[in-house]
């Protein structure tokens, strides 16, 4: 299934494939040769045969068709500007000026054709999200035997069974067995959590060690996940195309154009006994002067440049108009895990008395970890050294953690509340750590704990200086995590995020995102995961992590390729340049319109110096644009 969604200036977007690009190439090329061939029949035809060829797909499909379909649904003459620029081409055709009646066509289509291929079309593909769903599910009979049926045949009540390393087929409940579930595409947290009977699980997580059984509680149709690609789907159908104040007075400004051509020709033979010849010669010459060509390029080089600069440097953007709402955001939230942290735990602290040798201990901690694929257990393997490899047989516990016998003493690593005898100063620590948001576990000897370690994921280098940023750009900042608030309380304030939201799932983050909209303003949201895709959809802009899921990338409207957030600023510095260039470029556009117009009426332009003009005009436009390709 895809879904795609318009967000080009423009409200023409078909599928028209490459042929529009290979009739203009061709176009241009008969342009040039008739440009060396001498005046004659020939060169006529083959300048008429350009403008048609190069202006068939911008001029007459994006033209004359698009403006009567417009005009339809309208119910009113709804012209585009490029009517207008048809009807100079045409006009200047008529009057004998092929020539240049090929080159208005020519740069006209020129700047629209890269335009589409600058901006293109914003397809958000949930391909990706939708395959993460799991379709098939492992029903338990009667006689305890199983059958592969799809989770669509599924109803509550039935009885699963899930192996280690599967997907949930379907939300439920333990009904047998324990283990170890990761739902960071659900919550966006990044430690697994234990289950036990009678907890609950949802579709599309990932049961980490051993099989249990569970009973449906939902619908497929009613899960956790697929609700998130529900309301993906439905952000997607409602996102509107992106309307510029150009594009909102073009019909205006073209009906009013053709209104005073019109009356031009008409009654300057009248009021100044023009010849009808000549009135008709300097209307179209007033039609070629009002006619916006440095506007259709305003943002392209801009664009382009922008778009360019900001590949060089790991991001990818959909198209200017997103980068211009960026520019203006007055709000950003993040997402935690994997955003402003890098989504593997750390040891932070550590703790241990000298009721036993810590060389020792270490070796023995390090020997049992190893033997764990929990994410904890990675993270201290990583952090101790030890000075001699063991060989333990290890269990594990779930619920309670890891237990070792070497040398007849009996050693355990766990859960806080798998002990009960603890020493003050160790469990003074535990309260400390824990309230700064670390997950702790306890190494006890013979039942006795003799020290504990402090784990969490911290925040990665670029973050403090991108929430830094924002807040002296006076944009509000905001934390939104699936984590316990405890631990967002933590890295918030150490990152000095102005407000802290935990405890937040897929669908609130949307919710919350529409909130600071209403509030703030334009509001922005940069997120890595499954769980993030209902807000990075429902934000103004939504912004990726490129080491994150395939669904928040696909989603986004801006991608930083790799997880480092001072691109972001650099993003945003760049998106105000951008926008202050086009700003710039709208002004000296309008500009050259009425300087020409004013010419044209003052009899001091033809066709070809105002071509001429408006021709210096885009160039002037194009490299003020280009300026950004070096920021």
Not at 79 to 108: C, D, K, R, T
Not at 176 to 190: F, K, L
Request: glycine residues 6%.
């Amino acid at each position: 299934m895809e879904i795609t969604s318009n967000t080009h200036g423009h409200s023409h977007h078909h599928t028209h494939g490459n042929w529009p690009i290979v009739l203009y190439f061709i176009g241009l090329m008969l342009a040039i040769l008739a440009f060396f061939t001498s005046p004659s029949i020939i060169s006529a035809i083959l300048y008429i045969t350009a403008s048609l060829l190069a202006g068939y797909h911008v001029i007459l499909i994006e033209g004359i068709s698009e403006t009567i379909e417009h005009s339809k649904i309208a119910q009113r003459f709804t012209p585009n500007s490029h009517l207008l620029m048809g009807l100079a081409a045409i006009g200047s055709a008529i009057m004998g000026n092929y020539g240049e009646s090929a080159l208005l066509v020519l740069i006209f289509a020129g700047a629209h054709l890269l335009e589409d291929y600058v901006e293109g079309r914003s397809k958000r593909d949930i391909n990706a999200l939708l395959a993460m769903n799991p379709t098939t599910a492992r029903l338990l009979l009667d006689d305890e035997s199983t059958e592969v049926v799809d989770v669509h045949t599924l109803n509550v009540g039935d009885h699963l069974l899930v192996l280690n390393g599967d997907s949930i087929p379907i939300d439920g409940i333990i009904i047998a067995g324990t283990t170890t579930v990761n739902e960071s595409s659900i919550n966006g947290e990044s430690l697994p959590k234990d289950k036990t009977v009678g907890d609950a699980v949802f579709a599309s997580t990932i049961n980490v060690t051993d099989s249990f059984k569970m009973k449906v509680t939902k619908l497929h149709k009613d899960t956790v996940f697929s609700k998130i690609t529900q309301l993906v789907q439905q952000n997607q159908a409602n996102q509107a195309p992106i309307t510029t104040k150009i594009q909102h007075i073009e019909p205006l400004y073209v009906n009013a154009v053709l209104i005073m051509i019109a009356l031009f020709m008409v009654f300057m033979p009248l009021l100044f006994n023009w010849s009808w010849s000549e009135s008709v010669q300097r209307g179209l010459t007033l039609l070629v002067a009002a006619s916006p060509c440095a506007l259709a390029a305003t943002s392209i080089s801009a664009s382009l440049s922008a778009t360019s600069n900001l590949a060089r440097h790991g991001v990818l953007s959909r198209g200017s108009a997103y980068l211009a709402k960026f520019a203006d955001i007055e709000a950003i939230a993040f997402d935690k895990t994997g955003t402003l942290t890098s989504g593997q735990p750390q040891v932070v602290h550590s703790f241990f008395n000298n009721d036993y040798p810590h060389e020792f201990l270490f070796n023995v901690i390090v020997a049992m970890e190893r033997q764990s694929n929990h994410p904890l257990a990675k993270a201290i393997v990583n952090f101790f050294d030890p000075t001699e490899i063991f060989d333990l047989e290890v269990e594990n516990q779930i619920g309670k953690g890891l237990t070792s016998y070497f040398n007849d003493d009996l050693y355990q690593i766990g859960k806080p509340d798998s002990f009960n005898l603890v020493d003050p100063t160790i469990h003074a620590y535990q309260q400390q750590w824990s309230q700064e948001g670390q997950t702790v576990v306890f190494v006890a000897v013979n039942h006795h704990v003799v020290g504990l370690i402090g784990l969490r994921d911290e925040p990665s280098p670029h973050a403090k200086n991108a929430i830094h940023y924002f807040n002296q750009q006076q944009v509000h900042t905001t934390l939104l995590t699936g984590d316990a608030q405890l631990t967002g309380d933590a890295i918030g304030k150490q990152l000095g995020i102005e407000e802290i939201i935990a405890h937040v799932m897929p669908d609130d983050k949307s919710k919350l995102i529409q909130k600071h909209q209403q509030h703030y303003g334009y509001t922005a949201m940069v997120g890595d995961g499954v769980n993030d895709a209902i807000a990075l959809v429902s934000a103004d802009v939504g912004i990726a992590m490129g080491e994150g899921t395939d669904v928040a990338v696909e989603v986004s409207d801006l991608v930083l390729m790799k997880n480092d957030l001072n691109r972001l600023i650099h993003t945003h510095q760049l998106a105000k340049k951008m926008k202050r260039i086009i700003q710039q470029n709208i002004g000296f556009a309008m500009f050259i319109v009425a300087l020409l117009v004013t010419g044209t009426l003052l009899d001091k332009t033809n066709i070809t110096s105002s071509i001429l003009i408006h021709e210096g005009s885009t160039l002037v436009v194009i490299l003020n644009g280009l300026r950004l390709l070096n920021d």
